[in-house]
């Protein structure tokens, strides 16, 4: 039974563009509302239909989700002859279509999935049911058809084109000589374009068969052959061309391997597959080898490369204690790891899912193609017969001349390049930020990332490290000058404060040795102190150097210059004043000078939200050269900050990591998830989610949204100005069938291998 064992939630039907509203996970944020429909449309298509759609309002109680492989599927026009079948079958109550991987699933309440195989074998399909457990998401073997069929036909329409112009045979022979071509070429091609016909869609392949239909009929033999023949050829470039780019998402699976080295209860290791593995289990990696599930490394050090998961092209230490993904390279050591994720719940198999769902979420250039055809194409028909029989009706012209004028118009206009040339121009979008370590969640956001002009970042974790450091050493008095920095770090170190671990780290890294501390005490928003050797010492803010009655004018002057350069300033005293200083700051990602750089020549300006104060956010906001800074702000000031600049006319993204920044993450045209990698919540919610803490990634994410706007338009404008051009000609009568072919399938691949540009490297 391929029959999943659990009651199928439905989805909620979105169809939104910009503001969001979503509740929100601990780790991030709330996407924008998406519109949940399928990538547009293929040459087979003249109208997509949404990829999830809701037959009834509520599934009942018993409903459950089957998934079917139907090997035929892999056009928005076989998914609408299957909407409009099972729309009818009485207990089917949701359909989801993942034209990627060719895989249907079926919400419904019936006692077995019979009815539905045999609905869709009647619109000339097979579907194969995906037993339990199997994974819906592996790349569906490639449909593999005889070649000597189209090598039949070609040649037969070759030799029917020669004896017709060489007179070399009656046209009895020449016409069996074409029939054979068209037969042994365009079956498939006839039989979808009947099914299409009986459902009343008029898609290519409907088109294409009453072309060539009427091309016979009125004796044009040799090129009815000739224009079924470049028809298919072309048919079978374009399905190698959208093999690539599905491959460019689904073999991303591939580099997980199948088996992976695994503890037994008794000790002993042996390779298990790595689907079988449970949770817990304690797994092994030799240098070289891929990571074969997601864990947490238990013992050994090593460095990895994560380049498949977050795009970093430097591979990264890995020691106890640290996360490993599925699907990276162990590089130098060896590694145990504890197992954290099942093989179909992994970090990349989440972002594979991702990828694959954000083809619903259409961008707008999709959206008004699909408009735009679903008017088209009817349009194009009937002023096709228009041409056919008003001219010779009314104004005493050729039949002949007139009809076949009409059968070139029909296969010239075809929107086919027009709704191929965005699906495919988003898919590789998609693929080719995923291979970035950017998982984009939707087309919408693809398209849209180029019209942002501001972008507002949280400090912590973002531009800085999130993770204070010692900066700044200053002895005051000269007589403890070599023992302040162990009194400092001996009190440091019994604290949990950050900035006291901070002074802690710093002598840990210098191999210092601490001493004992008697008599301990934490003084609140002030600092520390504690007994060494018999004498009493203080380690503490400015606050507390003041309290004690130790302050004078030129320890302020050099506290303040510290502080203005954005540190957190502490104190070590005895009872006769100050004995040194110490200066801690939250440091800067190197990334972020860059990033920021990147972005300013982007023509993109930025603005720092923090909860720091105002002197360290303008302090940091100066070292990586962020144009504004705003401290001091709590999660709803953030928002009133994102609000403004919405009223000043801007297209705002925002970049956080944490729940405070949520709500104005929420509110941004697109909101950026920093370090998502085996985050659930962030892969799931994040609109865009950066798979590290690079935040370089944002303008590479810019610029390829720009690159991605500008392919749609191009595309776009090729399928309409060539389109238009041949029109004319066809009109004043000097195109021919197999010129239209040429001029509807050529800009076809045309825009399909411009769209698939963006998978270059």
Not at 235 to 256: F, H, P, V, W, Y
Not at 624 to 640: E, M, S
Not at 690 to 718: C, E, G, V, Y
Request: glycine share 8%.
């Amino acid at each position: 039974m391929s029959d999943s064992q659990h009651t199928h939630k439905p989805h909620a039907d979105h169809d939104h563009d910009h503001d969001h509203d979503h509740s929100h996970g601990p780790k991030l944020q709330p996407v924008q509302k998406h519109d949940h429909a399928s990538h547009g449309g293929s040459c087979c298509s003249s109208a997509a239909a949404p990829s999830l759609i809701k037959l009834s309002e509520t599934p009942t109680e018993g409903a459950r989700l089957s998934r079917f492989r139907i090997d035929a599927m892999d056009c928005p026009t076989e998914q609408t002859l299957i909407q409009n079948k099972l729309g009818k079958l009485a207990g089917v109550q949701q359909l989801e279509f993942n034209l990627i991987n060719r895989v249907l699933g079926v919400t419904h309440d019936l006692p077995s999935t019979a009815p539905i195989i045999d609905a869709i074998k009647s619109i000339g399909m097979l579907a194969e049911p995906i037993e339990q457990g199997a994974d819906a998401h592996a790349s569906p073997a490639p449909v593999k058809k005889p070649w000597w069929p189209l090598a039949v036909s070609g040649i037969g329409a070759l030799a029917a084109e020669v004896l017709h112009f060489t007179n070399a045979a009656p046209t009895w022979v020449v016409a069996i000589v074409a029939l054979i071509s068209i037969l042994s070429g365009g079956l498939g091609t006839y039989k979808k374009g009947w099914i299409a016909l009986k459902n009343l869609n008029l898609n290519i392949n409907a088109l294409m068969s009453i072309a060539v239909t009427g091309a016979v009929l009125i004796g044009q033999w040799p090129e009815a052959a000739m224009v079924m023949f470049l028809f298919t050829v072309a048919e079978l470039i374009e399905a190698k061309s959208l093999d690539r780019a599905r491959n460019a998402i689904s073999g991303l699976m591939q580099m997980t391997p199948e088996k992976v080295t695994v503890q037994q209860d008794d000790g002993s290791w042996i390779e298990r597959e790595a689907k079988s593995i449970d949770l817990g289990a304690r797994v092994r990696v030799r240098p070289g080898e891929r990571i074969g599930l997601d864990g947490e490394v238990l013992s050994g050090s090593s460095t990895i490369d994560q380049a498949p998961i977050t795009g970093e092209s430097l591979p990264v230490e890995k020691t106890v204690g640290d996360k490993v993904f599925a699907g990276t390279i162990n590089q130098a050591g060896s590694l145990e790891f504890k197992v954290t994720a099942a093989a179909n719940n992994s970090t990349l198999a989440r972002i594979i899912h991702a990828v694959e769902a954000a083809q619903g979420a259409r961008a707008p250039t999709q959206r008004f193609v699909d408009r735009f055809s679903k008017i088209y194409t009817p349009a194009v028909f009937i002023f096709a017969l228009a041409v056919a029989l008003i001219p010779p009706l009314f104004m005493g012209a050729a039949w002949f001349d007139w009809i076949y004028r009409a059968l070139v118009l029909l296969v010239v206009a075809c929107p086919c390049a027009l709704v191929i040339s965005t699906p495919v121009t988003i898919v590789s979008g998609l693929a080719a930020a995923a291979r970035k370590g950017i998982l984009i969640k939707g087309g919408v956001y693809l398209e849209g990332g180029h019209k942002l002009d501001y972008l507002a970042l949280d400090k912590t974790g973002t531009i800085t490290h999130g993770k204070p450091v010692q900066t700044d050493y200053l002895s005051l008095d000269s007589t403890v000058e070599s023992t302040a920095e162990v009194l400092a770090a001996s009190l440091a170190g019994r604290s949990d404060h950050p900035v006291s671990l901070a002074i802690a780290n710093a002598a840990v890294d210098k191999q210092l040795t601490l001493l004992a501390v008697d008599n301990f005490e934490a003084l609140t928003g002030r600092g520390v102190r504690g007994e060494i050797d018999g004498q009493i010492y203080h380690l503490g803010n400015h606050r507390l150097v003041e309290e004690l009655g130790l302050c004078s004018p030129a320890l302020e002057e050099k506290l303040f210059a510290l502080e203005e350069q954005g540190k957190t300033v502490v104190l070590l005293l005895d009872s006769s004043g100050p004995l040194a200083l110490f200066a801690v700051a939250d440091t800067v990602k190197a990334s972020s000078r860059e990033a920021i750089q990147q972005l300013h020549e982007l023509g993109i300006k930025t603005l720092m939200l923090t909860g720091d104060n105002p002197h360290t956010a303008r302090a940091i906001a100066a070292q990586v050269g962020i144009d504004q800074a705003q401290g001091d702000l709590l999660p709803t000031d953030k928002l009133k900050a994102i609000e403004g600049l919405y009223a000043q006319g801007h297209r705002v993204g925002m970049v956080g990591d944490g729940i405070n920044d949520a709500p104005a993450l929420a509110r941004a045209q697109i909101g950026f998830a920093m370090a998502a990698a085996g985050t659930d919540t962030a892969i799931e919610t994040a609109d865009v989610a950066l798979m590290d803490d690079d935040l370089r990634k944002i303008p590479a994410f810019i610029r390829l949204s720009r690159q991605t706007s500008n392919i749609l338009t191009q595309n776009i404008a090729l399928a309409l100005v060539i389109k238009a051009i041949f029109l004319g000609v066809t009109f004043v009568g000097l195109a021919t069938m197999w010129m239209a072919v040429f001029a509807d399938m050529g800009v076809a691949l045309l825009v399909v291998f411009n769209g698939l540009r963006l998978l270059r490297k």
